[in-house]
């Protein structure tokens, strides 16, 4: 069974900074490639980046790029994302998402294995 537990959502104002967390459970964490993706209302899920077991990054080409951070602590089972200047654009549910043991990062949701509940985070202007 696999658990994937985000956390650190909320209400911000523009210009603001958050950090969430995903917390992992019942599978080999650290062999894992972990990702994020966000989804506003009415329109898809995207991705919003993407680290490797060795900690290798991979941000979509534009938009959250040098704004978005993501990281891992496999010590603590845990992968993060750190996300600054917040816009109000940047409102959705971000959601925490990983594949099977072995498999490289991946910037599609068809490819992902497992997700998270997801977490809301809303930003004011």
């Known amino acids: 069974q696999v658990q994937l537990v985000e956390s650190g959502g909320g209400l911000v104002q523009a210009g603001g900074s958050l950090r969430l967390s995903c917390a992992t459970a019942?599978?080999?964490?650290?062999?894992?490639?972990m990702g994020w993706f966000r989804q506003a209302p009415g329109k898809e899920r995207e991705f919003v980046g993407a680290i490797s077991w060795t900690g290798r990054t991979v941000y979509p080409a534009e938009s959250a790029k040098g704004r978005f951070t993501i990281s891992r602590d496999n010590a603590k089972n845990t992968v993060y994302l750190q996300v600054n200047s917040l816009k109000p654009e940047d409102t959705a549910v971000y959601y925490c998402?990983?594949?099977?043991?072995?498999?490289?990062?991946?910037?599609?949701?068809?490819?992902?294995?497992?997700w998270g509940q997801g977490t809301q985070v809303t930003v004011s202007s």
């Open positions: 998402a990983a594949r099977r043991p072995g498999l490289p990062p991946t910037t599609l949701r068809d490819e992902i294995d497992y």
């Open positions: 019942g599978r080999a964490f650290s062999a894992s490639a």
